[in-house]
């Protein structure tokens, strides 16, 4: 593991002597955090794939290979030893890509997407890790589509937006109870109907950002859903739409097929962080990684991810386990980068270290 430098060692000082939490700081800079390798995927390289965390675990499952066939195989990531195990690959040999996941009081689901020969699914399935087995439970109710987005709150998954077999956009919204086991329709997400979505959890709610609507533009448009009260909120817009200079640097927060995670962060306490994705105006990829902070609802730029461009990738938050920092970081991995092979590698975020190009 590399050293701290003297600068993060002051930080975390100044937040042991205090004990309110994180440091918190008006001066951010774009090289704040640092993405360090991990260890590369213990399967074949693939992009549209899906993750889904359950425990401290991450789990990466299905994807598209480097011959463009349907995967369904599913790894595991174990951060106290830096290491991927094969699990049980899906049942009945079923392969798919540009699917979706999610985890629900220890349990994974993954469904809809496609084989790439024009079938595209409806079907869902649960992974129990207790016994490494996969089980098919009612099917996904909306129109079958791919490149949907999808998150978990409490009990309930939630699946929305996509494209389905004819290419009209979908922004519809089902909601699986996992008490029930059963599906139903929940309120659609406002706004454009998009593909390529992101979406992340904090504090029991949703957030969707970014994709590409049927206009082949890039939807600027950020909302959060609170589920107890059954509605999308407006957030601010992830571009520069008003004469306050606070969104003046908002140039590429806007991406198509980009991954997001939470974690801790040394200036926001805990954030969302945005990277990696494409263009949906000129396909342009961008490496560029934003955090954004929860309170105030602003993003400020941290430091690009360090390997090659790429677009679906995927992403997933653990618990620290190496005594690097005291807090949740994430991981990025996988992905293609519109020419050559997918990719395997992965790589863990630490918001509280330093810019180092050397690891």
């Known amino acids: 593991m590399k050293k701290l430098s003297s600068v993060i060692l002051a930080v975390f000082a100044m937040v042991f002597l205090s004990s309110c939490g994180w440091f918190q700081s008006s001066s951010v800079t774009t090289d704040e955090g640092n993405w360090v390798k991990a260890s590369t995927l213990n399967g074949p390289a693939r992009y549209y794939a899906v993750s889904f965390t359950i425990g401290n675990y991450g789990y990466v499952a299905t994807g598209r290979d480097m011959n463009n066939n349907p995967m369904g195989d599913v790894y595991r990531y174990d951060p106290s030893n830096d290491s991927w195990e094969q699990e049980s690959s ?12 999610f985890a629900i009081n220890g349990k994974g689901y993954v469904g809809t997407g496609t084989n790439g020969r024009q079938v595209y699914y409806s079907s ?7 016994s490494n087995s996969w089980t098919q439970i009612a099917d996904f109710p909306g129109t079958p589509r791919y490149r949907a987005t999808a998150f978990a709150i409490g009990n309930v998954g939630y699946v929305t937006c996509g494209v389905d077999a004819n290419g009209n956009y979908l922004k519809d919204m089902y909601a699986y109870n996992q ?3 059963s599906w139903s329709q929940s309120i659609a997400s406002p706004g454009d109907k998009r593909v390529g979505a992101a979406a992340f959890v904090y504090n029991n709610e949703g957030y969707l950002i970014g994709g590409t609507n049927s206009a082949g533009q890039g939807c600027t448009e950020f909302y959060k859903f609170n589920p107890t009260a059954n ?6 817009q992830i571009t520069n739409a008003t004469d306050s200079s606070f969104d003046d640097a908002y140039t590429d927060i806007t991406r198509t097929d980009g991954v997001a995670f939470v974690a801790s962060d040394p200036y926001y306490g805990t954030a969302a962080f945005v990277t990696t994705g494409k263009s949906a105006d000129n396909g342009a990829m961008d490496l560029n990684t934003w955090a954004y902070d929860f309170v105030n609802d602003v993003w400020q730029q941290r430091t690009a991810y360090e390997r090659p461009t790429r677009y679906a990738a995927v992403a997933f938050s653990l618990n620290c386990t190496n005594g690097i920092m005291n807090g949740t970081v994430g991981y990025v991995g996988t992905g293609y ?5 997918p990719f395997d590698n992965f790589d863990v975020f630490y918001p509280n270290q330093a810019y180092n190009a050397n690891d």
């Open 90 to 101: 899906l049942p009945d040999n079923n392969t798919l890509y540009c699917g979706v996941g």
């Open 124 to 130: 869902f399935y649960q992974y129990d890790p207790t």
């Open 179 to 181: 008490s029930t086991g």
């Open 231 to 236: 509605k999308w909120y407006t957030l601010r």
């Open 337 to 341: 980068a519109g020419s050559g092979n």
